[in-house]
């Protein structure tokens, strides 16, 4: 047995949805005593950093019903069953933002919320934008607005937590640690 290393004893399914599944594990801790653990099963999600040929950086305001406000993200969505997060990353840049791209470099990955949920981030980035032709259908549920800032100007919103996610802030010191815009 792993140092820290939990084995579980019994899972319990609370709810599967549309997005996350809810499960209840009991395990055994590695001083032998026994605990909860609540965990939200996620298929996995990936953001983009798209950089227009003026070099701004390409964000998207959406309504948060968790945070019961809106905010500015930059374009991310769920992966699908079997999809690549490379083709995520490319469907998701067209239908959130009118932008489409030959070119995407992968970044990084990282667990958003490792203390409760296995949900797996990856992240592109593309300076290779061309505007879509046509109208953008995204989802029917999302209601979007494309935002395009300077990285000086993003850096500001996040001071001023105008931008406030983890996956946006990433993104924001990614570029500025750069140099890149």
């Known amino acids: 047995m792993k140092k820290f290393e ?20 009991e395990v055994t801790l590695p001083n032998g005593k026994t605990a909860k653990r609540e965990l939200i099963k996620h298929p996995g999600a990936v953001a983009v950093i798209p950089i227009t040929k003026d070099n701004k950086i390409v964000f998207v305001k959406q309504y948060r019903k968790p945070l019961e406000k809106s905010i500015l993200e930059i374009p991310a ?3 699908e069953v079997g999809e690549e997060p490379i083709v995520t990353a490319k469907r998701e840049l067209e239908e959130e933002t009118g932008y489409s791209t030959s070119e995407l470099s992968f970044v990084t990955s990282f667990y958003t919320s490792p203390g409760f949920a296995d949900e797996l981030m990856y992240i592109y980035i593309t300076d290779q934008l061309e505007p879509l032709k046509g ?14 800032l300077t990285l000086d100007e993003a850096k500001q919103y996040v001071e001023e937590e105008r931008i406030h996610d983890a996956k946006t802030n990433y ?11």
């Open 171 to 181: 993104a924001v010191l990614y570029l500025h640690a750069l140099g890149r815009v």
């Open 77 to 79: 969505g769920k992966l």
């Open 135 to 148: 109208t953008v259908t995204g989802d029917d549920d999302e209601f979007i607005e494309v935002v395009e």
């Open 6 to 25: 939990e084995k579980t004893i019994k899972t319990e399914k609370i709810y599967d949805g549309k997005v996350v599944h809810l499960q209840v594990d």
